[in-house]
């Protein structure tokens, strides 16, 4: 007799009632290989698995020191950043609010207010709203040290909110799709933004104006 069962995939350590996100349990998406790499991982199930959004963040804000999704070029030990980026997927959403002041406020850790510009660019829906939120990051240059694949070096978090908004993957982790900011600006959601070199050439230009003017 055929065993039925054959072929059959079980996805484990899916968020519990929670709302889907993008149609999808918040756990999915995150690529299956990534995630069962991280929840064999002997790190996972001795301590993330088990912790709560308190403590996730803050062993973000205490032992937190590198962004990116493995720490090795042969893809299988996964970051610290990974293992709590899926813990909070598992864990039910997180007030808008608080993360836009994890991501926004003067609260010092870096890699903390990097973690959580990730959780929004994956668990937010709507475009406008990531839009808002990350561009406030695109003039923060603190320097971050993330592992790309093949060797560690310096980022700035500005580079990765701009990476967060244009590109279609982040180290190797695909995101969900973002409406382009054009169509936004089109259809009056948002307003152009200025460049920061344009910004800085009108008022350099104000400048040399008023000094004409003395």
């Known amino acids: 007799m055929e065993d039925r069962n054959v072929g059959i995939t079980i996805d484990r350590g899916l968020a519990k009632g929670v709302k889907r996100v993008h149609g999808l349990n918040p756990v999915l998406l995150v690529e299956k290989i990534l995630r069962?790499?991280?929840?064999?991982?002997?790190q996972w199930m001795?301590?993330?698995?088990?912790?709560?959004?308190?403590?996730?963040?803050?062993?973000?804000c205490l032992n937190l020191t590198l962004v990116g999704t493995y720490i090795n070029t042969g893809k299988t030990r996964v970051s610290l950043f990974m293992m709590l980026l899926?813990?909070?997927?598992?864990?039910?959403?997180?007030?808008?609010?608080?993360v836009e002041?994890?991501?926004?406020g003067d609260h010092g850790y870096k890699y903390a207010t990097v973690l959580f510009m990730v959780y929004a660019r994956i668990m937010w829906e709507?475009?406008?709203?990531?839009?808002?939120?990350?561009?406030?990051?695109?003039?923060?240059?603190?320097k971050i040290k993330v592992f790309n694949g093949m060797k560690f070096e310096l980022t700035t978090i500005d580079q990765i909110a701009d990476d967060?908004?244009?590109c279609k993957s982040f180290f190797g982790m695909s995101l969900p799709k973002l409406i382009n900011r054009w169509i936004l600006e089109d259809s009056g959601?948002?307003?152009?933004?200025?460049?920061?070199?344009?910004?800085?050439?009108?008022?350099?230009?104000?400048?040399?104006?008023?000094d004409d003017n003395l």
């Open 86 to 98: 899926l813990r909070l997927l598992q864990l039910p959403k997180i007030d808008d609010d608080i």
């Open 164 to 166: 967060l908004l244009i």
């Open 101 to 104: 002041w994890l991501v926004t």
């Open 126 to 142: 709507d475009s406008k709203s990531i839009y808002l939120l990350l561009e406030q990051k695109l003039d923060d240059y603190r």
């Open 36 to 42: 069962e790499r991280i929840q064999d991982s002997q």
């Open 189 to 210: 959601d948002l307003e152009e933004r200025e460049s920061k070199l344009a910004e800085e050439f009108e008022k350099q230009l104000e400048e040399a104006e008023s």
């Open 46 to 60: 001795a301590r993330v698995s088990n912790m709560s959004f308190w403590d996730v963040l803050r062993e973000a």
